[in-house]
């Protein structure tokens, strides 16, 4: 099963994703997770996604696409995966589906969690505060929404006109959140 997640920052897609991708036998792939090392790792490629990160700005499809590549070439992507943080643009998304059918496959659906935007900004001014994350201040939260709606909201028609989107309420407990999402990807009780 291939899967992408998409939402806004702060949504919850990672928390879901660690526990939907073990409920699927799937790697759960955030690219998120794969920059935030980069950035760590002092190269300079590293430095040059880390200031994009603080930033609050998106990574150039180039550099994402060469990191998704790769990594969905690995062999434990053979029987899917779970997409977290990519696509983030209608040509990434269009990138996506070119390389996944030049390997003759294609996504199962797409997951979009909603979330209303003030719930988000605490959800994420919490998330700085209890993680020490430095790319979880207010003035980069904002920043990082206002991009998201700018270049990744279009997506939501994209993959609806393609008759994938799945939408998932992404507001209340974990568990709640949870619930919908089985439903919605087809891995849980209906």
Known sequence: MRIVFLGPPGAGKGTQAVRLAKALSVPHISTGDMLRAAAAGGTDLGRRVKAIIESGALVDDGTMEGVVAERLAAADCARGFLLDGYPRTVAQAAYLAGLLGSRGSSLAHVCLFDVPRDELIERMLKR???????????????????????????????????????????????????????????????
Request: hydrophobic share 30%; proline share 5%.
């Open 128 to 190: 700085g505060r209890d993680t020490g994350r430095t790319d979880d201040t207010r003035e980069t939260i904002l920043r990082r929404l206002d991009v998201y709606t700018s270049q990744t909201e279009p997506l939501r028609a994209y993959y609806e006109r393609a008759g994938l989107l799945r939408v998932v309420n992404g507001t209340g407990s974990p568990e709640d959140v949870w619930a919908r999402l089985q439903r919605a990807a087809g891995a849980g009780p209906r």
